[in-house]
């Protein structure tokens, strides 16, 4: 069970999440616009299931959020969480620059 970016700092799960080729292109796509599900099995070709179960990852993961609309729902990205996740890579970046220069002896 994943939690919630607002109760766990830790935004490793993110990746793992985010691996899947699928809640990829998903998270591409709504990087562009708020879809609801009809759109997303449109333009990823997935069936209907398929998508709801990635888009039920996606939200425990807090990557996106709903809102209703009449009968349907609409999905957009949560940016925080993003922003978040490019925070912990440009630090992973920089410790990784740092590391040319060090080795541990043996």
Not at 80 to 99: P, S
């Amino acid at each position: 069970m994943m939690t919630s970016p607002s109760t766990d700092t830790s935004v490793g799960p993110l990746f793992k999440v985010l691996a899947d080729p699928l809640r990829r292109r998903i998270v591409d796509l709504l990087a562009r616009e708020q879809l609801c599900t009809c759109h997303l099995v449109e333009e990823t070709g997935a069936g209907q299931t398929t998508i709801s179960n990635a888009l039920r990852l996606l939200r425990e993961a807090g990557v996106v959020e709903t809102e209703p609309c009449g009968r349907f729902t609409y999905y957009r990205l949560r940016p925080e969480v993003l922003h978040a996740l490019a925070g912990e890579v440009a630090q992973l970046a920089a410790h990784a620059d740092a590391a040319l220069t060090r080795k541990r002896p043996c």
